[in-house]
């Protein structure tokens, strides 16, 4: 079956780095996805990884191993406004995203 | 970046009435958007798969009777809730791919809340 593992919650302090990660199981693969999502409001779009390896935009670097199905979110210098649920998706063979449930990210001051 | 819109954000209605969704790519041409649901503290869940003029491919238990998808245009998506009921009540998202861009983009609206009451 297809599947997407991420931690329910997390907790980090602002200024400090975190790091999300995110397993994968899918049916073919056309990469990994994160998007961040804020309490009532839709998925905006973070990163994309295809290829094995670290994608750095800004605070936030994304990391892919295909061979291992594993991904992470790395955010810097955290900031109050980073609280959020952050999404793992997996597109399949199909072009279909497989969904995580979130990992919800509290930062405390 | 790509603009997806919905309409309305925010519905509240009587429990056996029919609410319509909109979902309108803005500024490009999306053969193929997506319907999901949220439910609170929830992952997203995949509804149906759109495809302009031809049906919805649903997902394994969404009722297609109950949600109805019309994908009439390049540009527009509609979800319509038929006979609604307070477990109806979630938050819609609907997705865009462009034609012009990578086939593995997609672009959320901004979600609508239903509230049934």
């Known amino acids: 079956g297809q599947n997407i593992d991420q931690p329910t919650e997390m907790t980090a302090t602002e200024g400090a780095i975190v790091q999300i990660n995110c397993t994968y199981q899918t049916s073919g693969f056309n990469g990994l996805f994160w998007y961040q999502q804020h309490a009532g409001e839709a998925p905006t779009f973070l990163s994309y990884?295809?290829l094995d390896g670290l994608e750095e935009k800004g605070r936030f670097s994304s990391f892919l191993s295909r061979s291992k199905g594993y991904s992470y979110l790395l955010l810097k210098e955290l900031q109050m406004k980073d609280s959020a649920s952050y999404l793992c998706?997996?597109?399949?063979?199909?072009?279909?995203?497989?969904w995580g449930a979130g990992t919800k990210l509290i930062i405390k001051p | 970046g790509a603009v997806v819109s919905q309409h309305p954000s925010r519905v509240i209605c009587k429990s056996g009435t029919s609410v319509k969704i909109e979902c309108r790519s803005l500024d490009f041409q999306a053969t193929t958007m997506f319907w999901y649901r949220q439910f609170p503290k929830k992952s997203l869940m995949l509804m149906a798969t759109s495809n302009e003029g031809s049906k919805a491919t649903y997902e394994q238990g969404v009722e297609k009777d109950k949600f109805l998808i019309n994908h009439a245009s390049l540009t527009l998506s509609t979800l319509t809730v038929t006979s609604a009921h307070p477990e109806d009540s979630s938050f819609y998202i609907c997705s865009a791919r462009d034609m012009a861009g990578e086939v593995n983009e997609q672009f959320f609206g901004p979600g609508t809340r239903l509230t049934v009451l």
């Open positions: 990884n295809v």
């Open positions: 998706a997996a597109m399949d063979s199909n072009y279909q995203l497989i």
